[in-house]
């Protein structure tokens, strides 16, 4: 009988997903670095990882550059494709570049996960060759880093981000990624609300949820509802990145709240941030509760048994003053 509550080490277990993903290259690329528990060790070893991989990049430039590039008559470069060698030093180049960005990765959610332990299970075959597929060709620091992380959440809790947002994922432009990371900070149970959202800048922010749309981040309709109801203590606890929101009312009070809906892949997404609360927006929002005789408090989320449950402490609750 398999112990489903049997714990691993969260690199071994990141090892595994490596393996299945792209067989040995990544596995062979992380094992000696990250089995090394000391910090010490591991400091230096990034150094030297780091190191490695821009000298890979250098020579591979000036491998191309030779190859691929002879002067002309007018001394302009023109490319030179010939049936030994031009293509195949090109091949060579982009293999090179691939394997530098999949390590890029793979190092990131290593960092993350080291130190940690999560539960003994089979990596998904399917998730692992379409994940390790997109990010041999995602060469920007700031992609890596969400893709490291979609990594470590995908070792840490198995079906966390599904095909479909590694889909949409894959098309986006790093200018997208950011406007979607900005535009995540404003979410409140998967909602952004419009009124809030666009009083602080109009100008700024009136075309980010029409791109959130066309990526399929945000459902279509830009007149979605979702109604806060008050509990029959007077308080709403809401989860908002790495703090928790308690609207306080009275008892059983609706509160129906317009703006952008985040779907499924937004969501899945929007978790990866962990943004630092974005006290402007919720100023705004505590001015439109407040019109509705509500008051909106904060504090910062805590652990509240050993699942790993979150919660807040009533007594670090501090209220937001309403925009003027």
């Known amino acids: 009988m398999v112990d489903i509550n049997l714990k691993v080490p969260a690199i071994e277990k990141l090892l595994d997903y490596a393996a299945s993903g792209i067989g040995a290259v990544a596995a062979s690329i ?13 400091k230096r070893i990034e150094a030297e990882a780091e190191g490695d ?18 002067p002309d008559n007018t001394g302009s470069g023109i490319l030179e494709i010939g049936p030994d060698g031009g293509i195949a030093q090109r091949i060579a180049f982009q293999e090179k570049k691939q394997q530098t960005n999949i390590a890029s990765v793979v190092r990131d959610a290593a960092a993350d996960l080291d ?36 990594l470590a959440g995908e070792v840490e809790s198995p079906g966390r981000t599904s095909l479909r947002t590694l889909s949409i994922l894959k098309d986006m432009t790093q200018r997208q990624a950011e406007m979607f990371s900005e535009f995540s900070r404003y979410a409140i149970n998967c909602i952004v609300h419009e ?3 666009t009083a602080i800048d109009p100008t700024l922010h009136v075309t980010i ?16 509802y979702q109604t806060f109801t008050v509990g029959t203590d007077g308080t709403l606890l809401l989860e908002y990145y790495n703090n928790f929101l308690m609207i306080e009312g009275k008892p059983g009070q609706k509160t129906d709240i317009r703006g952008f809906a985040l779907t499924g892949p937004g969501t899945e997404l929007a978790q990866l941030h962990g943004a ?14 407040h019109g509705h005789g509500c008051t909106l408090k904060i504090a ?25």
């Open 30 to 42: 992380l094992a000696p670095r990250w089995r090394a528990r000391q910090a010490a060790a591991v």
């Open 53 to 70: 991989s821009l000298k890979l990049i250098a020579k591979a430039q000036a491998e191309a550059r030779q190859f691929l590039v002879e």
């Open 115 to 150: 130190g940690k332990e999560v539960s003994d299970h089979d990596p998904d075959p399917d998730w692992t060759a379409r994940f390790f597929d997109n990010i041999q060709h995602v060469s920007s620091k700031e992609l890596q880093q969400i893709w490291s992380r979609i």
């Open 195 to 197: 009124e809030s959202y």
């Open 209 to 224: 949820p029409i791109v959130m749309e066309e990526l399929g981040l945000i459902h279509g309709s830009l007149s979605v």
């Open 276 to 289: 630092d609360p974005h006290m402007e927006y919720l100023r705004e929002f505590a001015k439109f509760l």
């Open 300 to 324: 910062p989320a805590i652990k509240v048994d050993t699942y790993g449950t979150l919660g807040c402490r009533r007594s670090e609750l501090l209220v937001i003053e309403p925009a003027e």
